[in-house]
């Protein structure tokens, strides 16, 4: 299920140089403006919360989603080169399953692990809040992932489609309006940084059960339709 070679090519085309830009931009900003709020607020548990919510989770993990999920595959297919990489003998869902796991560690990588940074720079990890929000980015991440590399794979327009999700929708209606919430992946991996947070640390307006249902219905469900779009692909270019 997993090939070396298209994982080699996907991180090549990932690290590019546009996509690098944005992908050490974002991190970047997240450090810089935790190093500015805890020289001018101090060590203080409320700002922490709300720079890792707010400007990670819900803006920087997305974003950076959207750059590696649809980066994946969406460039291939848009140039017509995947017709190269599916003349290959190697198996459909390997090459979604595979391109799956390198946007995945990218966007972890690019991410969380800032987060975990950024929460000890902020608080020093009072309340576990670094370690709560590093989880919930990486959990996050996967669900991300498998999203956008899905939208890469059904639309020429996937970055456009992408930003207005994570943006409008996680950024903006999952964070300020009630029933949007639920449906919002944000909000969902919420739910664990509760569970790993002091009490009152961090809330979620969804139950860490149903959260990780969702979480994994999501990432199957976008994985698998992925693989069907893929074949179609296929198909379509035999024909």
Not at 64 to 77: F, K, M, S
Not at 214 to 237: E, I, N
């Amino acid at each position: 299920m997993y090939n070396a070679t298209v994982a080699r090519l996907t991180y090549r085309g990932l690290l590019g140089r546009r996509r690098a830009f944005i992908l050490f931009g974002l991190p970047a900003l997240l450090l810089g403006v935790s190093v500015v709020v805890r020289v001018l607020v101090g060590a203080d548990d409320g700002t922490a919360s709300s720079v890792l919510g707010g400007l990670a989770l819900a803006t920087m993990v997305p974003l950076i989603g959207v750059v590696a999920g649809t980066g994946a595959i969406g460039p291939e297919i848009d140039d017509g080169s995947v017709v190269y990489l599916l003349s290959k003998p190697v198996k459909r869902p390997t090459i979604i399953f595979t391109k799956l796991i390198v946007a995945i560690a990218v966007t972890v990588a690019f991410s969380a692990v800032p987060t975990l940074v950024a929460g000890f720079i902020l608080n020093g990890n009072s309340q576990q809040i670094a370690v709560a929000y590093a989880a919930a980015a990486a959990v996050a991440s996967v669900a991300y992932s498998a999203v956008f590399l899905l939208l890469g794979t059904v639309t020429r327009h996937a970055v456009v489609a992408g930003l207005v999700y994570a943006l409008v929708w996680e950024s903006l209606f999952g964070s300020l309006v009630p029933g949007a919430r639920t449906l919002s992946v944000q909000q969902w991996s919420l739910a664990l940084a509760q569970r790993i947070g002091a009490e009152g640390a961090v809330s979620s307006d969804v139950g860490l059960p149903l959260a990780l249902v969702l979480l994994a219905g999501v990432t199957v469900a976008a994985t698998w339709f992925a693989g069907r779009k893929l074949r179609s692909l296929t198909l379509a270019g035999e024909e």
